[in-house]
């Protein structure tokens, strides 16, 4: 070797060493290494891998939000749920001394069938191959398909309590027929819609709601949440109650002030109803109480024995789920065209 090659060879050594400071520098540098070259690499041998998993990004599932899930009035088995509802009539009235013209007081009981307890399940299934796979990995596959049924149960659980299952004739809280939906007041700029609303046009809207349930109930349920649309609580958010005035605040903070007030954003409230061909989103304002809205379901998410078919191993889950239970149609106030 000249010396100006060995110089050369030095001055590389002494960078790489200070790059990297790795022993085997020399030894790739002056080609003593089996099966070391000056030539190109692979891709692969460049390619840094991320030991991290990035999942895709999911929806956010808030049925829970609106209303509590019940496994402990469903048996598990039953076909369908019921339940009475009591009522007190009668009133306690100025009488004659004779006492012979008792007004009557009473309790009238009525029941509430045909909502059905449906079975529902899903399964996941790995290879012999996926098996070899992930041990060669080290990854937990068996976890994340589990976690793969555990969602696509949440989602099930999602639709079921907003739109219902048309198949089994079940309702969902935004298309239930004893919620009747009212019309959104005109806006100043025309139409209904929140998009060329006011900040206080749209605290109108919400303050009727609001109104509409106290009415109806005679002051005797308080509404504090209200399901929207996604752009709808975009707008509500973004949008100043009074940008002309001294109130430097969102008609969602005046309005959560002003009624506490819970706003919660579901994707399927979007163009939810129907008048003459014409989709519209809603609103529906209602107080969050067991007595009045539940989820109910028979039996929770739950795995059964895995079982051998040929080279694949299944994995089965199963769950019974009656869906939303509506007590009191009275007690919401759905307003559309917003």
Known sequence: MSEIQYNETRFYKDQADRII?????????DGSVS???AGPFLAQELESMDKRVHMVKERELRFGKLMDVNSSEVSSGSQ??????EDRTGRFLPIASSGKNLPTVDVSTEKFKSYLNTL???????TTQELRAAIMANRPL???KADAIRRAFNEARQTLAMTGDAVRGKKGLINDSNITPVVAATK?????????ATGLEMYADIAAAVVGVRNA????VIPDTVALSNEAYTLLMSTKYNPDGNVDKSVMQITEEAFGISFVPISEMADSVTVSTTDYDQLICFEKDPLNLEFMQGLDLSQRPGQWVGLTYSVPYEAELVGCVIRKPVCFYSIYGI
Do not use: F, M
């Not at 369908?80 to 509802?85: I, K």
């Not at 100043?188 to 060329?196: D, F, N, S």
């Open 217 to 220: 109930t005679k002051n005797t």
């Open 35 to 37: 099966g070391t070259s």
């Open 188 to 196: 100043t700029a025309g139409g209904t819609t929140w998009a060329v």
């Open 142 to 144: 068996s976890t994340r």
């Open 21 to 29: 400071n790795d022993s085997r520098v020399e030894a790739i540098l």
């Open 120 to 126: 529902h399940g899903a399964a996941y299934e790995i």
């Open 80 to 85: 369908s749920y019921a339940w009475t509802q």
